[in-house]
């Protein structure tokens, strides 16, 4: 049975480890033009209960973007559908530790469409 123990540990280390891996999401770019990719966890409407008052999406690797204009492209989405994710723009003369206002390219991986939204409602020192 000795012989047997790595064989063993492979099998186990095969079925069990990937349940519980990490998600495979990478995080949110952090300099301009820089992209990854993740997943929409959530669709929504801007204002909750609110089907009129714009989109927003959320993502696994703890990206938002929201728009107070309903974006098509957003609303042909589906949760779990694969994005990219590209840093455009970083606002600059922010107050300190205000990070809002970062503008990402969004491309869905499965319908081909992009949309450019930022991660906030207002940019940095705005409302």
Not at 19 to 37: F, I, M, N
Not at 104 to 122: A, C, F, I, M, V
Request: with cysteine; aromatic share 4%.
């Amino acid at each position: 049975m000795r012989g047997n123990a790595p064989a063993a540990l492979f099998v186990l280390a095969v079925l069990v480890l990937p349940a519980a891996a990490p998600s495979l999401a990478a995080s949110l770019p952090t300099r301009v033009g820089q992209c990854s990719e993740t997943v929409i966890t959530v669709l929504a409407s801007r204002l909750e209960k609110t089907p009129e008052s714009g989109s927003a999406v959320e993502f696994e690797n703890g990206g938002y973007q929201v728009s107070y204009d309903t974006i098509p492209e957003v609303q042909r989405s589906r949760v779990g559908d694969r994005v990219r994710m590209c840093l455009v723009s970083i606002p600059t003369g922010c107050p300190k530790g205000d990070v809002r206002g970062r503008i990402y390219k969004t491309t869905n991986l499965r319908t081909g469409q992009s949309w450019e939204l930022p991660d906030s409602q207002h940019s940095c020192g705005g409302a």
